[in-house]
């Protein structure tokens, strides 16, 4: 398995709403990512886990809140977001010692 | 923290001739310098990359180049075909210290049949 895989795909919620984001990987991986994608912008850095340990937080709102269960799963718990939070979020998985990223197909998220 | 500066934003050719992308990069100890190919809709896909110990790297009709001096790796497209037609990032991570890629701002281009 070299996918990443990611669900849901879509998700509407409301500004009260509180769903989770999540994303799995099976390459035996020991980094996972989740970055944030408006349209027309580059990927940009939310959380990096290693090892299962958190290991950077870009200064994310508290409203995003990420959990890495074990080394093949990774969520993020979503509560009380805003429209402009609208975006694609993308996780991916990389070996730590060679970079390489693998991102998942993303979730179209819309916050109404 | 690294800061990655990408031209053009955007880019027309006519099919069958090249395209090249440049970056520059800020942190000199960034050693790993990936392209990514998106496509409307679709997830980054990695599509060449190159390390600080090469200079250039080649696979096919793409190819990059690195210069660590001038802190600068940009990627050619030779023989451009319409399905070459995306956004193109570049990026730029060390294996010490963060470990995360950041990305450029990204290319869009446009191949004319």
């Known amino acids: 398995d070299t996918e990443v895989t990611q669900t849901p795909k879509h998700l509407v919620m409301g500004m009260t709403n509180k769903k989770s984001l999540k994303c799995e990987q099976h390459?035996?991986?020991?980094?996972m990512y989740w970055y944030k994608q408006k349209a027309k912008k580059p990927p940009e850095l939310m959380f990096v886990y290693s090892y299962e340990k958190l290991s950077i937080n870009e200064s994310v709102p508290s409203r995003f809140s990420p959990e890495c269960p074990n080394s093949s799963l990774l969520n993020l718990h979503l509560h009380a977001l805003q429209p402009e939070d609208s975006a694609l979020y993308l996780c991916?998985?990389?070996?730590?010692?060679?970079?390489?990223?693998?991102f998942g197909s993303g979730t179209r998220l819309t916050v109404v | 923290g690294e800061n990655v500066e990408q031209h053009p934003s955007t880019l027309s050719v006519q099919e069958g001739d090249s395209a090249v992308i440049k970056c520059t990069y800020s942190d000199s100890a960034s050693n790993y310098f990936p392209w990514y190919k998106q496509e409307l809709g679709k997830r980054p896909q990695l599509i060449i990359d190159i390390r600080s110990n090469v200079g250039e790297k080649k696979d096919q009709r793409i190819a990059v180049t690195l210069n660590k001096t001038a802190k600068h790796f940009s990627l050619h497209i030779t023989e451009t075909q319409p399905e070459d037609s995306a956004v193109y990032f570049c990026?730029?991570?060390?294996?010490?210290?963060?470990?995360?890629?950041?990305f450029g701002s990204g290319t869009r281009l446009q191949v004319q049949p």
């Open positions: 390459m035996g991986h020991r980094a």
């Open positions: 991916a998985s990389s070996q730590w010692l060679k970079l390489g990223y693998t």
């Open positions: 990026a730029a991570t060390s294996d010490t210290g963060r470990r995360a890629l950041t």
